[in-house]
């Protein structure tokens, strides 16, 4: 006779679902793609930042609406009407039932340079209230060239362990095992509309097979896009190498006390033999009130982490447009050959 089986408690159940799904896709409504372009392109070039709000189904995050955040003037710095701005908005948005669950941010962004100190703070506030969220970043100057910028990001979970701890030392990198490009992780992003939209869109498609955005594609004027982000690039490179040079100074001093270090211990040594001849006790090898056995504390490595993620971005983005303008061209050339 088979055994019944045991029925599990309610905690038994709470711990087994506890256990989170990876998320593997962040799945965006077209209109809140839509209402994110319309509100970065109107004050491009500034930065702005807006709320996403949705649903957190298993691996995939749902985002089903956003509304924008206030631009505040330089000498406004009120964080408190901010977040009474969010509370209201979001108050307003369940009374006329919209999904009001906060799965993250938006923010517009220039020539790609995003990853920065106060990103990876703005995640940390919202993991303390949300378990799963993404920051959404999208780059008016790259959609000119006929590509729809989008990227979803958040940061991965050995990085936060890390940062928690706020120890960026070389040897904790390593015992984690820790580099720079483990720092964000992006998450592919699903554009999902509903079937009346879709019906609705194609109603309004023509019969032409060519779109405005098939010919942005074909723009041939892509110098000034190059220029300013091998601008960007060398400020990368000027701000890594000033990075470099923190470490370098930090060697040599470290090199300098060791040094220090041993004269004097040699010294004591010495010291301590002829005080043995002489019948008296010998005195200790380490003086924690002399300053050459004050540690030197190592610079962190997050600032040159995120630079080098920069670099990357930047190089990454002068090789795609780069390689589609020599498509273009070759493109032009066979045209005009024929």
């Not at 938006?106 to 920065?116: A, D, E, I, K, W």
């Not at 033999?273 to 380490?286: T, Y």
């Not at 009130?289 to 990357?312: A, G, H, M, V």
Request: proline share 5%.
């Amino acid at each position: 006779m088979a055994a019944a089986p045991i029925a599990r408690s309610f905690l038994q159940v709470a711990a087994t679902e506890e256990v989170a799904t990876p998320l593997r896709v962040v799945q965006i409504e077209g209109l809140v793609m839509l209402k994110i372009i319309k509100h970065c392109k109107e004050f491009s070039p500034a930065l702005v930042t807006g709320q996403l709000l949705g649903l957190d189904v298993g691996s995939v995050l749902e985002v089903t609406n956003c509304f924008p955040f206030p631009i505040r003037e330089e000498d406004e710095e009120v964080e408190a009407d901010g977040a009474n701005y969010q509370l209201e908005m979001m108050r307003c948005l369940r009374e006329v039932n919209v999904d009001n669950n906060t799965v993250g941010w938006y923010q517009s962004t220039l020539m790609g340079s995003f990853q920065t100190v106060e990103l990876i703070e703005t995640f940390m506030n919202y993991q303390e209230n949300i378990r799963r969220c993404v920051c959404i970043i999208y780059d008016p100057s790259r959609s000119s060239q006929g590509v729809l910028a989008f990227k979803a990001l958040k940061l991965s979970d050995s990085f936060m362990e890390l940062y928690k701890t706020n120890n960026f030392t070389g040897e904790k990198l390593r015992e984690k095992n820790l580099s720079w490009v483990d720092i964000f992780e992006e998450i592919p992003i699903k554009v999902s509309n509903s079937a009346l939209i879709s019906a609705f869109m194609t109603g309004l498609e023509d019969d032409t097979p060519v779109t405005q955005c098939d010919y942005d594609r074909l723009q041939l004027s892509t110098n000034p896009f190059l220029e300013r982000s091998a601008e960007f690039l060398i400020e990368c490179m000027d701000d890594l190498s000033m990075e470099q040079q923190k470490f370098q100074f930090y060697h040599r001093n470290l090199s300098r006390q060791q040094s220090q270090q041993q004269t004097w211990l040699q010294k004591r040594r010495a010291e301590n033999m002829a005080r043995k001849a002489a019948g008296d006790e010998p005195l200790p090898e380490e003086d924690p009130s002399n300053p050459i056995f004050k540690p030197i504390p190592e610079p962190s490595r997050l600032d040159s982490f995120l630079i080098t993620n920069q670099i990357s971005n930047f190089c990454n983005q002068i090789n795609g447009v780069a390689g589609q303008n020599f498509s273009r061209l070759y493109l032009m050339k066979a045209l005009h050959e024929n």
